[in-house]
C-alpha cells in the first residue's frame, strides 16, 4: 500500500470535491476517476456514477482516511 500522507488525500478529496461534475465513481471498485475515463484503471469496469452528490460523498469518504486499496503502482513497483 502507498505511504501517502492524509493530509494529502484530504487535499486531493478538496480538489474533488470542489469541482466533481469532472470526475465519476467506479462502481466497481468505488475508486474516483476523471470524467472521460472509459475503463477504471484499477479494477477493469466500465459503470460509473458521475453525479455530482455521489462525487463529492466518495471523494470526502476516502479523503478522510487511509489508503486501503491495491492500485497498479503497488503491484508493479
Given at each position: ?8 488525500r484530504?487535499?486531493?478529496a478538496a ?6 461534475i469532472g ?16 475503463i ?31 492500485t ?6
Amino acid at each position: 500500500m502507498s505511504d501517502t500522507p492524509l493530509p494529502d488525500r484530504a487535499a486531493t478529496a478538496a480538489r474533488i470535491a470542489a469541482n466533481p461534475i469532472g470526475y465519476k465513481v467506479c462502481e466497481g471498485c468505488d475508486s474516483i476517476v476523471g470524467s472521460n475515463t472509459a475503463i477504471c484503471p484499477n479494477c477493469h469496469s466500465f459503470r460509473f456514477e458521475s453525479s455530482p452528490q455521489r462525487v463529492v460523498e466518495q471523494a470526502r469518504m476516502l479523503g478522510s482516511r487511509d489508503q486501503q486499496s491495491v492500485t497498479s503502482e503497488d503491484l508493479f513497483s
